[in-house]
T-cell receptor, first 112, second 112 residues
C-alpha cells in the first residue's frame, strides 16, 4: 500500500539555521505530495504541495521538489525562525483515492 | 469565518460513556473525513463521506459511528468509551483530493 517515511525527530535548531526534513514515499503511479504543519495546540495547515514530477511547492520560505526518480519530497528552508517551531508532516494522496496518508511527523524546535 | 469547525474543542469523560463530536464545513466541499491523532502525533484516517455517502471505513471499532446529515456536516459518535480512545480527533474536508484537505482545529478527547 501507499506509505510515507519521514526522518524522525525531534530536531532542535538555532534561529537562522538551514532546515531539511527528509521525506520519501511508496506509491503506485503519480501521487500528489503535501507538507502539512501543526503549530502547538492547533490543527493541521497545508504548507505546500506538488502534484507532478519536478513540481516545486513553496510557501513562507519553505520549498519542496517532487522527485519521481528518488520518490522523495524533502522540505527545506534556508533560515528558520522561532515561529517555525511546529510538527511537520509529509503526506500523499494516490490518484483516484480520497485517502490522505501521513508520515509520522517531525517536531521542530527553533531556539533564539 | 471558520472553514472547518469542530465542537467541542476539549472533552473529558469517564469510561463507558457515549459521546459525540460535531463537525461543520462552510467551504462547499463534497468530501469530509475523520482522522485520529495518537499521543505520538501519528495521524490515521478513520472515515470519509462524499456527499453524505460513506466511502472510506478503515479498521475502526464499531463503537465509532459517523453520521452525515448533509454534505456540510459529519459527526462522530462513540459508544462505550475506553481509555485507548483518548486522542485528538480531526475533521477535514476537500473538494478535489489532489488539492489537499482543510482541517479543523481538533477535539482533544480524554477518557478517564
Amino acid at each position: 500500500g501507499n506509505s510515507v517515511t519521514q526522518m524522525e525527530g525531534p530536531v532542535t535548531l538555532s534561529e537562522e539555521a538551514f532546515l531539511t526534513i527528509n521525506c520519501t514515499y511508496t506509491a503506485t503511479g503519480y501521487p500528489s505530495l503535501f507538507w502539512y504543519v501543526q503549530y502547538p495546540g492547533e490543527g493541521l495547515q497545508l504548507l505546500l504541495k506538488a502534484t507532478k514530477a519536478d513540481d516545486k511547492g513553496s510557501n513562507k520560505g519553505f520549498e519542496a521538489t517532487y522527485r519521481k526518480e528518488t520518490t522523495s519530497f524533502h522540505l527545506e528552508k534556508g533560515s528558520v525562525q522561532v515561529s517555525d517551531s511546529a510538527v511537520y508532516f509529509c503526506a500523499l494522496i494516490q490518484g483516484g483515492s480520497e485517502k490522505l496518508v501521513f508520515g509520522k511527523g517531525m517536531k521542530l524546535t527553533v531556539n533564539p | 469565518d471558520t472553514a472547518v469547525s469542530q465542537t467541542p474543542k476539549y472533552l473529558v469523560t469517564q469510561m463507558g460513556n457515549d459521546k459525540s463530536i460535531k463537525c461543520e464545513q462552510n467551504l462547499g466541499h463534497d468530501t469530509m473525513y475523520w482522522y485520529k491523532q495518537d499521543s505520538k502525533k501519528f495521524l490515521k484516517i478513520m472515515f470519509s463521506y462524499n456527499n453524505k455517502e460513506l466511502i472510506i471505513n478503515e479498521t475502526v471499532p464499531n463503537r465509532f459511528s459517523p453520521k452525515s446529515p448533509d454534505k456540510a456536516h459529519l459527526n462522530l459518535h462513540i459508544n462505550s468509551l475506553e481509555l485507548g480512545d483518548s486522542a485528538v480527533y480531526f475533521c477535514a474536508s476537500s473538494q478535489v483530493s489532489g488539492d489537499g484537505y482543510t482541517f479543523g482545529s481538533g477535539t482533544r478527547l480524554t477518557v478517564v
